[in-house]
């Protein structure tokens, strides 16, 4: 098992306490219930992250991460006109030694193109 999995009991918290402070809120400036999950097959993640790897290894980036990102499409291009929350993936990388203690402070890599179009519930399903 990875070392940063967290336990059910913990991600059920996470999402109430997601929902508790910020669900509501957002609903009622938007007036309609926003996306809050996100779902892709892993088939088609692992074909993403095969992608990134081997571009990251092209251009001599051993150590490639992803970063994740909140959006919103504009209303035109939302299929109920309302301009819903998305979740996209950035690749991320440096050359070898650039990346910091962890990773977490490597630049976004905008020569290999960004990973979106998945589905989410609706209304958006609870953890």
Not at 26 to 36: C, N, Q, S, W
Request: charged share 30%.
């Amino acid at each position: 098992k990875p070392e940063k999995c967290i336990s059910v009991d913990h991600a059920k918290g996470l999402h109430d306490g997601w929902c508790k402070t910020r669900h509501k809120r957002i609903k009622k400036k938007l007036g309609f219930e926003d996306a809050r999950e996100f779902w892709w097959s892993v088939e088609e993640l692992e074909e993403y992250l095969a992608y990134v790897k081997q571009e990251s290894k092209e251009q001599g980036i051993d150590n490639p991460g992803i970063r994740m990102y909140l959006g919103a499409y504009h209303k035109k291009q939302c299929k109920m006109g309302q301009g819903k929350a998305t979740l996209f993936l950035s690749p991320t990388g440096a050359q070898a030694g650039g990346l910091g203690k962890d990773g977490t402070d490597a630049p976004n890599n905008y020569k290999i193109d960004a990973f979106n179009k998945g589905g989410n519930g609706f209304p958006p399903k609870d953890y």
